[in-house]
């Protein structure tokens, strides 16, 4: 049930959409009611006039084919960018996101629809409503997987292909629906599989029980692995104000807490201050040369390589595919670092490594070194097209 403080926080996320909707994402995901979403799509839906089969329909299409799709659409992306969807993990969490979005892009609509008869001026708000969903999609999407930016936008804008199937099909889904309308069926639908349709709420219960018991944790100055993890939260949301304040937070309770100097690189890396990643890097480096199975030296590599460091990047990509054989990324980098050095011959080699790795990755790992593989076969063109001339930039 809901209290009125929760219903208070609650409307004060949905608010929160309208002036900082990223940040409204990550808090609907660590405060948010599904049942107050879920309200609060059917409360626009009265309040529009809806009446009948119509008052539910816009909540059950999310909650039944626009979500769904979302998820179906995401595993085919994820193989490319590295992440992993989970229905029961991600379901209710997400269905949670879109249903504030849906609300908070309608809502402006209804009240405009409510209080004044101008057709062209409706259209036209309806247009940009859609937009701003589509935004709003987009930002869900990225907080509830931790998708890189390109992905999300895709996801987002494909997001409607099930819609355009649901409208293809209405004829017979209306029908489906005012059966299912039936006291009597819902009735008996609850009492069979009410178990099933509570489970559907696991994953959203789960991941604020487990932010909660961390935000517990952080109040102990003295409890530093607290703070490095809810920096991996923010980061994984792409919050990374937020994630370099906790991290940050961590080592300065222990400034022997490699993890977290390796997580500020990742994210100065990414944002490309390559300088303070590279200095983070090698704090790392100074604290445990083997970190992260020797990552670090790839990370390292990597940044160097970005600085123009060539000597210092061959030489911490070196100890990388010296140590891991069969990583394609840093034996990419590793062929970066010779061909811009002038070692073309080697950095073939090292291309051709990169990707029969890629090729010969067991097929859980392949979503991860595509990429690689790619790149790669590219600089493998590049080297046979122009035999003499200077490496492009990476």
């Known amino acids: 049930m809901l209290q009125s403080g929760s219903v208070g926080k609650n409307l004060g996320l949905l608010l929160q959409l309208w002036w900082n909707p990223a940040a409204a994402m ?16 059917l409360a626009v ?21 626009y979500v769904p799709g979302i998820l179906l659409i995401a595993g085919v992306f994820g193989r490319i960018a590295g992440f992993v969807p989970d229905f029961r993990r991600d379901y209710s969490p997400l269905l949670t996101c879109i249903a504030m979005a849906w609300t908070a892009a309608n809502l402006p609509l209804v009240l405009f629809l409510r209080l004044i008869d101008a057709p062209m001026i409706a259209f036209a708000l309806a247009a940009a409503c ?27 804008m494909l997001s409607w292909v099930p819609m355009v199937a649901v409208a293809a099909l209405w004829g017979p889904i209306r029908m489906v629906l005012a059966w299912v309308a039936s006291p009597f069926f819902l009735f008996f639908a609850w ?70 100097y390796f997580q500020l690189g990742r994210i100065a890396r990414e944002q490309g201050r390559t300088a303070d990643a590279l200095a983070h890097f090698q704090e790392v480096l100074r604290l445990d040369e083997k970190h992260s199975l020797s990552e670090i030296h790839r990370e390292a590599g990597a940044a160097c390589l970005a600085l123009g460091n060539l000597e210092e990047a061959r030489r911490e990509l070196a100890v990388y595919t010296d140590r891991r054989t069969h990583d ?49 076969q590219k600089q493998l063109r590049h080297l046979s097209s122009h035999p003499t001339s200077a490496a492009p930039s990476a």
């Open 26 to 41: 990550s808090a609907i995901l660590d405060r948010g009611s599904l049942l107050f979403a879920s309200l609060a799509a």
């Open 45 to 65: 839906t009265w309040f529009e006039g809806g009446h009948g089969l119509s008052f539910y329909v816009p909540l059950l299409l999310l909650a039944a084919a």
């Open 191 to 260: 009492y069979y599989l009410g178990s099933e349709f509570s489970g559907l709420g696991v994953g959203l219960r789960e991941r604020q029980n487990f932010r909660r018991m961390l935000e517990a944790s952080a109040l102990n100055p003295h409890d530093g692995d607290a703070q490095y993890q809810l920096g991996l939260i923010y980061q994984q949301r792409r919050q990374y104000t937020e994630a370099i304040a906790r991290f940050r937070n961590s080592v300065a309770i222990d400034p022997t807490e490699a993890d977290a």
């Open 328 to 376: 394609p990324e840093g034996l990419y980098w590793y062929g970066q670092a010779l061909e811009q050095s002038g070692d073309r011959e080697q950095a073939r080699e090292m291309y051709q490594r990169a990707v029969e790795a890629a090729r010969t990755a067991p097929r859980y790992r392949r979503r991860f070194t595509a990429r690689w593989s790619r790149l790669a």
């Open 130 to 156: 859609l937009v701003y969903f589509t935004i709003l999609v987009f930002l869900a999407v990225r907080t509830v997987f931790g998708a890189p930016n390109g992905a999300a936008a895709a996801i987002a």
